[in-house]
Each structure stands twice: as C-alpha cells, then as structure tokens.
C-alpha cells in the first residue's frame, strides 16, 4: 500500500519567507510525527499527534514554527521567517498509536529545505 | 527526559565482517527500543526491535541484544554486505500516559561495507 508521502521533495527559500511542508500519513494511522535532520545529524523531534489528543509541540525550536492536523490526516508544518539555519531535512513519520506493538513509526522521504 | 548515546559514529567493515552498535539509555522506564536503517536520500526504515521483556532477537543476519540493568542495547549484523551501507539509528522510548509514544534517537552511526 501507500507509504508516507511529503511535498515537497525539495524547497528552496530565501531567508524570512514562510515555507509550509505537507505530510499525507499512511491512511489509519492515528499518530504523526514531524522531525528535522541537519546533515549529518540525528532526529530531532519537533511534534507529535496523536489521535483527537492535543499535539505535543516540546520538540518545537522557536515560535516561528507551527503545525497543523487537518481531519487526523494531512499535516502541515510551517516555517515563517525562515532563516538559514533552518535549512535541513523534514521528515514525517506515522504510526498506528502509541500502543504496545503498535508503535512502529513509518517515515517519509523527507523535504529537503534549504534557505538562501 | 530520555538520553540515548549511540557509538561508534562511523564504522568501516570489510564484506562478510560483522558489525556492532551500541546504544545506551537513561531512562529506566523506557520499554521499546527500535533500530531503523536510512538510506542516502530516504526515510528511516524499521529492521528490528525489541521490548523490555526480551533479552535477544534475531531476524536473519541482524539481532538485537538488551540489557536493561546496564541500560544499554546494540545491534549485531553478521555476514555484512555493501547493501548493508547506510546510516543505522537506535531509538528508546517508554509508553506515556495516554498510550503517548515519542521515541528519543541516538545520533546515526555511518556503516559502510566494503566489497
């Protein structure tokens, strides 16, 4: 089936543009993730959804950064003002819930973000 | 909250050598411990985990062993091969109230095989 799609696959901006990155999760899954990966780097948590629950946004770096859940499906995450330490690798991972054997995360392929 | 340190952070083989990472936690609540395997240029993907009830898993050529006392966890892979190249991540995580699961990642650790 489907995996985890992203869009779009690459983007480049010019520092203090808002930029809004899509995560269409694999269909029934209930929790989604978004992480950033600067290169070379490892997984940074940014957000979590799970269910109707309200998100958990610790992962967040700064204000400039939102997110969104729209009918427990697509997500958007939005950068206003870019900056170009922003530049890195969005990836978006689904899972079934948090429950015992359920909590495998899919990811997508990624946005690779760079700003100018 | 949750600490995983990964080592080594690049490891160099020669095809048909085994290869092992080690990971360790900090919080002894934690209860799933996943390992994913990217690729240049793709998403992490799943290879094996394994829960606090278990001590050693095995799936072909990759196990995963874990030793909640000390707290650490590793990764085996025998007989590598080039395909094996990639960038491996270790996770842990325990289950939150409310079923929450937000697993912390070690940093990668860079596998290259070499034919």
């Known amino acids: 089936g489907a995996g985890v799609s992203q869009s779009p696959s690459n983007k480049v901006t010019e520092k203090g543009k808002d930029v809004e990155l899509r995560c269409d999760p694999i269909?029934?899954?209930?929790?989604l993730y978004w992480y950033r990966q600067s290169l070379g780097q490892g997984l940074e948590f940014l957000i979590y959804f799970q269910g109707n629950s309200a998100p958990d946004k610790s992962g967040l770096p700064s204000d400039r950064f939102s997110a969104e859940r729209t009918g427990g499906s697509v997500s958007t995450l939005t950068i206003q003002r870019t900056q170009q330490e922003d530049s890195a690798v969005y990836l978006c991972a689904s899972s079934y819930g948090g429950t015992p054997g359920s909590e495998t995360q899919y990811f997508g392929p990624g946005t690779r973000l760079l700003v100018l | 909250g949750e600490n995983v340190e990964q080592h080594p952070s690049t490891l160099s083989v020669q095809e048909g050598d085994s290869a092992v990472i080690k990971c360790t936690y900090s919080d002894s609540a934690s209860n799933y411990f996943p390992w994913y395997k990217q690729e240049l240029g793709k998403g992490p993907q799943l290879i094996i985990d394994?829960?606090?009830?278990?001590g050693e898993k095995k799936d072909q050529r990759i196990a995963v062993t874990l030793n909640k006392t000390a707290k650490h966890f590793s990764l085996h892979i025998t007989e590598t091969q080039p395909e094996d190249s990639a960038v491996y991540f270790c996770?842990?995580?325990?289950?939150?109230?409310?079923?929450?699961?937000?697993?912390?990642f070690g940093r990668g650790t860079s596998l290259i095989v070499h034919p």
């Open positions: 996770a842990a995580s325990p289950t939150m109230a409310g079923g929450s699961y937000i697993p912390t």
């Open positions: 394994i829960r606090s009830n278990v």
């Open positions: 269909s029934g899954h209930t929790a």
